[in-house]
């Protein structure tokens, strides 16, 4: 079972930074695309951003120079600097490896609260 685990989530005020951390099993790490997504209440989920195996990144417009995703080859892992949150960035946060003609895997989640 290919598990991706999400970290650091938590409670922040609007204006400020916070950054996630994803560990990607190195069974899959270096063939899967590695993206986060997003999911606030009553809402879809909605896609974030993307890397992928050659480091090429992508963003969804709403978050497009606020966050940057990045990802450290040596250590298996993948991370979403967040900058200027406001409360619409409030959601829950998922981790998600992607590639062609293969499973897709999803990490469990971690909350972002964005609030003063």
């Known amino acids: 079972q290919v598990q991706l685990v999400e970290s650091g989530g938590g409670l922040v005020q609007p204006g400020t930074s916070l950054s996630l951390s994803c560990t990607v099993p190195?069974?899959?790490?270096?063939?899967?695309?590695i993206g986060w997504y997003r999911q606030a209440p009553g809402k879809e989920r909605e896609w974030v951003a993307r890397?992928?195996?050659?480091?090429?990144?992508y963003y969804a417009d709403s978050v497009k120079g606020r966050f940057t995703i990045s990802r450290d080859n040596a250590k298996n892992m993948v991370y979403l600097e967040m900058n200027r949150l406001n409360a619409e960035d409030t959601a829950v946060y998922y981790c998600?490896?992607?590639?062609?003609?293969?499973?897709?895997?999803w990490g469990q989640g971690t909350q972002v609260t964005v609030s003063s």
């Open positions: 890397i992928r195996r050659d480091g090429s990144t």
């Open positions: 998600n490896a992607r590639k062609l003609n293969s499973p897709e895997f």
């Open positions: 190195g069974s899959i790490f270096g063939t899967y695309s």
